[in-house]
């Protein structure tokens, strides 16, 4: 028997109200019905400007989660259009405290996906198939990994149609300019020619309301952007623009101590941490190698040697020469 899974038809929801709701996802092995969360918010008979919040791409990334529900506690007064939410849409990792999808495959790696793949490309095409159908804009947010916290920032190609100016407008300090071809949610959807954001900020399986409090006001400012919303504040205009990104890692293993000022420009010299060794003495002292951006920080003590411990954006054209680690998101597997 086929399984009846959520069709999105926009005539099913009213003009002028919030609907949250449950829809149906692919089952557990057949039998186990699987419900994740769905928001939508029409606010005129044209569906247009259509933004679409998507979170826990990465099932443990539950800041994102925490985000998506308190926009849609704030009870918005839309003026036209409609917003789409949905907070888990990898709802299998979410139930299990994990990034991936049952089939071990990482989601954000397997957009757009296809009908005749892996279950990961096939849920991947189910999720991409509905939030393209209407979505005009789409902000997609992520946090760290367990154990490693990224300061708010946004990912985006630059050069993607319409999101320079988009940025340009929008309520976020930190901007990293990347364009790799990973299979994420956001290069798939800048193939159709459509902007995408990616949200970066807080550690993998915590809630942190500062970042939170980022998170909301980029939905806002997207909003009132778009005409959606009365501008309630003044948003955060000026950005730092990062084009590279790296990881110090560990030369050699023991506790990491951390000194290192979060988001704040830290100066070629400068002591961000040091590694002690397990009776407390000094093994080295971690000094930035260039001017940058701490923009995420290992929150583990324990640490190996060629350990990651900090990601560091690069500030203008005193970037280190050496051949550049290809990541995507600074929650990547390593
Ligand atoms: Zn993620």
Not at 297 to 310: N, P
Request: aromatic share 10%; net charge neutral; hydrophobic share 35%.
């Amino acid at each position: 028997m086929k399984e009846s899974l959520f069709e999105f038809d926009i005539e099913n929801y009213e003009v002028g109200k919030a609907t949250s709701g449950f829809v149906d996802f692919p089952s557990f092995y057949g039998f186990q019905k699987v419900k994740a969360p769905v928001y939508v918010y029409r606010a005129s008979k044209e569906v247009s400007p259509c933004v679409v919040v998507t979170a826990c791409v990465h099932g443990d990334e539950i800041n994102g989660l925490r985000i998506a529900q308190s926009v849609m506690k704030k009870k918005l007064k839309l003026k036209k259009g409609t917003l789409i939410i949905i907070p888990t849409v990898n709802i299998y990792g979410f139930l299990n405290k994990q990034r991936y999808l049952p089939d071990r495959k990482d989601l954000n790696r397997c957009f757009p996906g296809s009908e005749k793949g892996s279950f990961g490309s096939r849920f991947a095409r189910f999720i991409f198939q509905r939030i393209t159908k209407y979505g005009d804009i789409f902000l997609d947010f992520h946090s760290g990994g367990a154990g490693r916290f990224n300061i708010p920032q946004i990912r985006c190609d630059l050069k993607t149609k319409g999101i320079k100016e988009l940025v340009d407008n929008i309520s976020i300090p930190l901007v990293v300019n990347s364009s790799l071809r990973d299979g994420s949610l956001r290069e798939s959807i800048n193939d159709l020619g459509k902007p995408c954001i990616v949200f970066e900020g807080g550690e993998g399986l915590r809630i942190d309301e500062t970042i939170t409090k980022y998170g909301v006001n980029l939905v806002e400012s997207v909003l009132s952007y778009y005409g959606m919303i009365n501008e309630k504040e003044k948003f955060i205009e000026d950005k730092i623009i990062i084009n590279k990104t790296k990881w110090i890692r560990a030369k050699e293993g023991g506790l990491l101590i951390s000194e290192a000022s979060r988001g704040k420009i830290v100066k070629k010299g400068e002591v961000v941490g040091e590694l002690r060794n397990i009776n407390g003495g000094l093994v080295n002292k971690i000094k930035m190698e260039h001017d940058g951006v701490i923009l995420g920080i290992s929150k583990s003590a324990l640490i190996m040697s060629g350990d990651a411990l900090y990601n560091i954006g690069f500030l203008g054209d005193d970037v280190p020469e050496d051949e550049e680690e290809l990541f995507d998101f600074f929650d990547f597997e390593m």
